[in-house]
């Protein structure tokens, strides 16, 4: 039986982990204060981490979606309850340069030694090619359900 090397840690793994990660992943304070960003991120969002780092996620949240954001964000460090923590959400983003961008994300609450929340981290996807070709493939099923509808008036 082999055994696993002493020399790697939970916690050097947790960072190597984290830094190697394709995905983005970012980490709030409880304030919604941006603690940690990846790699991934710097690729999806376009900021560095010195960029981001001790920025607000408005940074990356659209302007018309951060009321919401906000609400859902305190009520959640507020109350310790995400409707997320087990799926997927789907939101728009915003890139660096201003285009937007399509991400699904999953989130944890982190919590200190004493069960206090202390901040929250996501870990998103950029799906911003497949949504636009599911959005094309309903409008093409759309077309083909109005031409069916079409046919099927005239044989009437």
């Known amino acids: 039986m082999t055994e696993t090397p002493t020399a790697i840690s939970a916690s050097w793994l947790a960072q190597a982990v984290v830094e190697a990660s394709s995905e983005a ?21 376009g900021f560095t981490a010195a960029d981001a ?4 996620l408005d940074l990356i949240i659209p302007e018309k ?3 919401r954001h906000w ?3 305190h009520q959640t460090m ?18 660096k340069d201003g285009h937007r961008l ?9 919590r200190d ?7 929250i981290s996501a870990i998103m996807r950029e ?4 949504r636009a070709a599911e959005r094309a493939l309903h409008a093409r099923i759309a077309e083909l359900q109005n031409e069916l509808n079409e046919v099927r008036a005239g044989l009437s």
Do not use: C
């Not at 780092?53 to 607000?56: A, E, I, K, P, T």
């Not at 991400?103 to 609450?109: D, G, H, K, P, Y």
């Not at 030694?113 to 901040?119: C, H, K, P, Q, Y």
């Open 102 to 110: 399509s991400i699904e994300f999953s989130v944890a609450l982190l």
């Open 78 to 95: 507020a109350t310790g309850v995400t409707k997320y923590g087990d799926s997927m959400l789907a939101v728009p983003a915003t890139h």
């Open 71 to 73: 609400k859902g964000y």
């Open 53 to 56: 780092l001790g920025q607000s």
């Open 65 to 67: 979606q951060r009321d």
């Open 127 to 130: 799906v911003s090619e497949r």
């Open 25 to 45: 992943i970012v980490v709030t304070d409880k304030a919604g204060d941006i603690v940690l960003w990846n790699d991934g991120a710097a690729r999806m969002f």
């Open 113 to 119: 030694d004493t069960g206090e929340i202390v901040g």
